[in-house]
């Protein structure tokens, strides 16, 4: 912790994102509980509170907790339209469900001491693939072999074509790595940068600087935590659109 | 002193690995400053497309998110 003001500064940012099994050992096998499944519990609670507990009155005045609710609700629900169109309804409760778990997880670790399941890519990587596998089996049982014009751009030179067919079929191929990457590696390096600068303020010469600097960090944080949500969530909307409407 | 020389290069490969993430900085602060230019124009236009700007960020961003893996594999997998 903070001991030592002057000279031996040490700073270990990562070590926060260490995975501890809870009870004794520090055997992991695959159903041992840790601290990853701890915080992931608290997410789940979390969301089942605000959507169902809070929104259980049904009242007309709604109360606090329920118009949260439904804004979060009105706010996807508006998203999903928007982006994927209005037959992409059918996945509204997958993309709900992704956007309040990573949203919680995100919020929730940023309580001091807590650990953020999302920055993980373990995490965040099997969240990418089931998208990432549930959108290309859509596409191919509603379309056919027509999902292929996906990554046939009729509207570029025939010339070009092929050589776009092989950019398009990579891009497809890499976005389940970007898509888990951006979320692990936007709130790693948050968490990673407020405990270098919670070093920092070891030293009591800069420490009333690092103290100001950690709280507007912190607000980015906040920020980040509910943008990246939404990131995902918005991506996973295009990638929908793009396997219910391949044609370019 | 081989493995000296080798840890050297890790680092100052996860070092320029770094400037991706500059970089893809540039790329954001293009697509968010456009984004206003564009809006300041048709203020009336603007609020329906924040979905796009958060998607050409996000896509901008991820390749300085790719950079920043490399760093950290560089650092902490090699």
């Given amino acids: 912790m903070a001991e030592g003001s002057s000279g031996g500064l040490s700073i270990s940012p990562m070590e926060q994102f260490t995975v501890k099994p809870l009870f004794g050992g520090s055997e992991i096998n695959l159903f041992t509980i840790t601290n990853v499944t701890l915080w992931m519990f608290f997410a789940v609670v979390a969301v089942t509170l605000l959507m169902v507990l809070g929104t259980r009155g049904r009242a007309v005045v709604p109360t606090r907790a329920q118009s949260l609710g439904e804004m979060i609700y009105g706010f996807v629900h508006g998203m999903v339209t928007d982006v994927a169109g209005k037959d992409a309804l059918k996945f509204f409760p997958y993309i709900m469900t992704l956007f309040l778990f990573i949203l919680m997880a995100n919020l929730l670790g940023l309580i001091p001491t807590a650990f953020t399941p999302t920055s993980h890519i373990a995490v965040t990587a099997v969240m990418a693939l089931a998208v990432f596998i549930t959108v290309t089996t859509v596409g191919i049982v509603k379309n056919g072999t027509e999902f292929l014009s996906l990554f046939w751009v009729s509207s570029a030179p025939l010339i070009l074509r092929p050589i776009l067919a092989v950019i398009e079929l990579i891009s497809y191929f890499v976005r389940p790595v970007s898509h888990s990457v951006r979320l692990a590696g936007a709130i790693t390096a948050g968490h990673a940068v407020m405990k270098v600068f919670a070093g920092f303020a070891a030293a009591a010469l800069i420490a009333p600087l690092t103290i100001v600097a950690m709280v507007a960090i912190y607000a980015l944080e906040f920020l980040v935590a509910g943008i990246q949500a939404y990131v995902f969530a918005i991506l996973t909307c295009v990638y929908l659109k793009d396997a219910l409407h391949p044609h370019h | ?78």
């Fill in chain 2, 1 to 78: 002193m081989e493995g000296d020389i080798a840890q050297m290069g890790q680092f100052i490969g996860a070092g320029i690995a770094g400037l991706g993430a500059g970089l893809a900085a540039l790329g954001v602060g293009n697509v968010a400053g456009n984004f206003l230019a564009g809006a300041l124009r048709n203020p009336s236009a603007a609020g329906g497309q924040t979905a796009t700007l958060f998607i050409g960020i996000a896509f901008a961003e991820a390749l300085g998110i790719f950079s920043f893996l490399v760093a950290l594999l560089l650092m902490f997998a090699v």
